[in-house]
């Protein structure tokens, strides 16, 4: 079941949080809304569930008019589920009876199943007060699967949950949504939770889907520093093209900009090259080392008094050695100087 927005405007007073937003969601895919706050994620989500009024634009489910303007039948009678960061369980209801509720009786084997499911077998009888975040989580996520619904709404589901417990419950929330081929989006400003869950992800910002696209497509071309600098640990560094390449101390990148340009070059950790090298050859100096179990973090520093971060394996490399640094032709990339577009 595909879910589609179109033309989608909201204002709260003054300010605008959707402007004539265009987005679909194809049938069994999950799809991750990611951005800071305030770029419109979460309202889009309330929208499409009939939680907060439809101002401007269409929602439809295949191609039936889902919702629009004097036309938005009430939460219950639309075929979405929805899963809050807050989990909203009724605490004077069992856990099974928060699964169960809004079913028709007689649904004692659909929970039972739903809890081995999300691995809580035998928590019928408990309290939402007897269990930890995660376990409420499981149980939120069990009740909105209940009724089956055609789309799967989730509002930053796991932002309040250890990191440890975060990642079983990313990939346990993707396994059951892919296993029952439920159409589904999923609200974070996380991008490695993005990553570890979207089939699709669209970045928001101010409104607006800025890019959209698998996961290895915004990694590998983002259109905006801004994109660039939400996936993987990033350093800018100002420049300006010359003959083609953006230049910094450490290195320089290719860039199709005209000659002159005031840019800024992102240089992802992966594309971060150092070794030790001659006095002639070389261009900064390692002032700090440190040992991370797996790796060392080395700190380096140009000429000029700029520093760069590198992580290396090479155990050989001391604070005082002089050292080359270079960038690698993926994972660097040079974008107008304050131009976020």
């Known amino acids: 079941m595909s879910l589609t927005f179109k033309n989608l ?21 999950i799809l991750c809304l990611l951005g800071p706050s305030g770029s419109g994620k979460s309202t889009l989500l309330r929208i499409a569930a009939g939680l907060v009024p439809l101002q401007s634009g269409e929602i439809y489910l295949n191609h039936a008019l889902l ?12 075929p979405i589920g929805m899963v809050f960061q807050d989990h909203a369980l009724f605490p004077h209801r069992t856990v099974a ?13 659909l929970v039972s ?3 081995d499911q999300v691995g809580l077998e035998g928590f019928e009888q408990r309290y939402p007060h007897t269990l930890s975040g995660g376990q409420q989580q499981r149980v939120a996520l069990a009740r909105a699967l ?8 989730l509002d930053e589901p796991f932002a309040s949950i250890d990191t440890g417990l975060r990642e079983q419950l990313q990939s346990l929330t993707r396994a ?11 609200v974070t400003h996380d991008a490695n939770e993005a990553l570890a869950l ?14 959209s696209g698998s996961a290895d497509q915004l990694w590998q071309h983002p259109k905006t520093r801004a994109i660039a600098q939400m996936f993987g640990r990033t350093q800018v560094f100002s420049s300006q093209v010359e003959n083609g390449y953006a230049s ?24 971060l090259q150092c070794q030790k090298s001659s006095l002639e050859q070389a261009n900064a100096q390692i002032v700090e080392r440190r040992f991370m179990g797996e790796f060392y973090v080395i700190e380096v520093e140009s000429d000029d008094g700029r520093r760069l971060v590198i992580t290396t394996k090479d155990n050989d490399l001391a604070v005082g050695d002089r050292v080359l640094t270079g960038f690698a032709d993926t994972g660097a990339f040079v974008y107008i100087k304050n131009d976020s577009h």
Not at 15 to 27: F, G, I, N, P
Not at 146 to 153: N, T
Not at 198 to 211: F, N, P, S, W, Y
């Open 97 to 109: 009876e928060n699964i169960a509720f809004g079913l028709p009786p007689g649904n004692d084997a």
């Open 248 to 271: 910094s101390p450490f290195g320089r990148v290719h860039s199709d900009l005209d000659d002159g340009t005031e840019c800024e070059v992102v240089v992802r950790e992966e594309a």
């Open 198 to 211: 979207a089939d699709e992800i669209a970045v928001l910002e101010h409104g607006k889907v800025r890019q």
């Open 146 to 153: 209940a009724p089956a619904p055609r789309v799967m709404m």
């Open 67 to 78: 919702a629009a303007p004097g036309r938005e039948p009430p939460p219950e009678q639309r």
């Open 176 to 186: 059951l949504l892919k296993a029952s081929n439920t159409t589904s989006i999923i």
């Open 9 to 29: 405007s909201h204002r709260y007073k003054d300010t605008l949080v959707l402007d004539s937003l265009d987005l679909k969601v194809c049938e069994g895919e």
């Open 113 to 115: 199943k739903l809890l």
